[in-house]
């Protein structure tokens, strides 16, 4: 069985990017829903979640409610 963790409008680049780095570490699946506080492209981000983002099981929303339908 596969955990997924979901980040709802999340608002802190480094800590997505550290939850980013624990999804793939426990093999579970990270799903984000926008608007997010920052830019996927941030720096920060991928500083955070290491050279490991190419990796993660990712899916991306654009809102609670399209997550919600899916």
Not at 22 to 27: K, P, Q, R, V
Not at 41 to 59: M, Q
Request: charged content about 20%.
């Amino acid at each position: 069985m596969s955990l997924h963790i979901v980040l709802i409008e999340p608002e802190i680049h480094t800590n997505t990017g550290n939850i980013g780095r624990l999804s793939l570490a426990t093999g579970s699946h990270l799903h984000l829903v926008k608007p997010f506080g920052f830019e996927l492209t941030d720096s920060r981000l991928k500083r955070a979640g290491l050279d490991y983002w190419p990796h993660i099981e990712l899916s991306i929303y654009e809102n609670t409610a399209d997550f919600l339908e899916k």
